[in-house]
């Protein structure tokens, strides 16, 4: 059964940094780039992020170019979200997923893709 885990998440003050992570299995991590997303309850789904497959191609959404870095390790089907200079506006739980397009300028996944559960990110001002 394909499964994507996220982990990371927890309560930061503002300024802070957090790592997140997102462990796949079930399926060839090496075939598929990888998105993050995040949600606020009531607001539609924003993609954060992704990577592709070769790692050459990034996005960042621009509210968070410059803080956020991702990054995947093929040794261990895992993905990374290091995110530095936490603002009370990241606050959102944040999912990663297999992405249908990643390029430069945005990142599609939809219900056809593996998507995780989600994990908590809660940034104090």
């Known amino acids: 059964e394909a499964q994507l885990v996220e982990s990371g998440g927890g309560l930061v003050q503002a300024g802070g940094s957090l790592t997140l992570s997102c462990v796949a299995s079930?399926?060839?991590?090496?075939?598929?780039?990888i998105g993050w997303f995040r949600q606020v309850a009531g607001k539609e789904r924003e993609g954060v992020s992704c990577?592709?497959?070769?790692?050459?191609?990034?996005y960042y959404a621009d509210s968070v170019k410059g803080r956020f870095t991702i990054s995947r390790d093929r040794s261990k089907n895992t993905v990374y979200l290091q995110m530095n200079s936490l603002e009370p506006g990241d606050t959102a739980v944040y999912y990663c997923?297999?992405?249908?397009?990643?390029?430069?300028?945005?990142?599609?996944?939809?219900?056809?893709?593996?998507w995780g559960k989600g994990t908590l990110v809660a940034v104090s001002s």
């Open positions: 997923a297999t992405a249908g397009t990643c390029v430069p300028r945005t990142v599609i996944s939809d219900d056809k893709d593996y």
């Open positions: 079930g399926f060839t991590f090496d075939d598929y780039a």
């Open positions: 990577i592709s497959v070769i790692e050459t191609v990034q």
